[in-house]
Antibody, heavy 120, light 111 residues
Framework: QVQLVQSGAEVKKPGASVKVSCKAS????????IHWVRQAPGQRLEWMGW????????KYSQKFQGRVTITRDTSASTAYMELSSLRSDDTAVYHC?????????????WGQGTLVTVSP | QSVLTQPPSVSGAPGQRVTISCTGS?????????VHWYQQLPGTAPKLLIY???NRPSGVPDRFSGSKSGTSASLAISGLQAEDEADYYC???????????FGTGTEVTVL
């Protein structure tokens, strides 16, 4: 079965960077895009960007452009999301999600989420 | 940032039917992009509930149905059950942003 397993919770100081991993199993890794979505406490879901796991091309939300970097390691079937210059309002649960293969732009499987806390 | 607008909350008694609206614009839903719906139970990751406006993934009960018209979409839950208490989000693609957009989220309460 398809699974996306993310790395554990992180606590960071303002101005630092965080890198979250997302290991995929149960499907051909390079055949499906991986997206990153975050949810601040009590807030809505917010799309951050995605990576074409086949060729490594990326697209980021304008809001995070310049601060977020999404990469992948095909040999490890793992995608990564790095967010820099952290602020207190970056405190959120960060999810990876698999993009569907039909081109309809849905996210059909999700990781369990990684809580990132930014605190002095 | 362009978002899709949903009512903050809806409620209903067990067995009743509730609907959740999702209003977009000419750059997302109105441009013909599909609408998808996710269910998020408390403390868990979102789960795909409806894809491509009206299709249910395997395992999703047929009590859940979706539709789309113009710049809006709707999710209906019939035969409401206690286990349906959750947050629900719509999602589409936005051409002006060249990215994905989510709805503001709706909390469903079973009375």
């Amino acid at each position: 079965q398809v699974q996306l397993v993310q790395s554990g919770a992180e606590v960071k100081k303002p101005g630092a960077s965080v890198k979250v991993s997302c290991k995929a199993s149960g499907h051909i890794f390079s055949s499906y895009a991986i997206h990153w979505v975050r949810q601040a406490p009590g807030q809505r879901l917010e799309w951050m960007g995605w990576i074409n796991t086949g060729n490594g091309n990326t697209k980021y939300s304008q809001k995070f452009q310049g601060r977020v970097t999404i990469t992948r390691d095909t040999s490890a079937s793992t995608a990564y999301m790095e967010l820099s210059s952290l602020r207190s309002d970056d405190t959120a649960v960060y999810h990876c999600a698999r993009g569907d293969s039909s081109g309809r732009h849905s996210l059909d499987y999700w990781g369990q989420g990684t809580l990132v806390t930014v605190s002095p | 940032q362009s978002v899709l607008t949903q009512p903050p909350s809806v409620s209903g008694a067990p067995g009743q039917r509730v609907t959740i609206s999702c209003t977009g614009s000419s750059s997302n839903i109105g441009a013909g992009y599909d609408v998808h719906w996710y269910q998020q139970l408390p403390g868990t990751a979102p789960k795909l509930l409806i894809y491509g406006n009206s299709n249910r993934p395997s395992g999703v009960p047929d009590r859940f149905s979706g539709s789309k018209s113009g710049t809006s979409a709707s999710l209906a839950i019939s035969g409401l059950q206690a286990e349906d208490e959750a947050d629900y989000y719509c999602q589409s693609y936005d051409s002006s942003l060249s990215g994905y957009v989510f709805g503001t989220g709706t909390e469903v309460t079973v009375l």
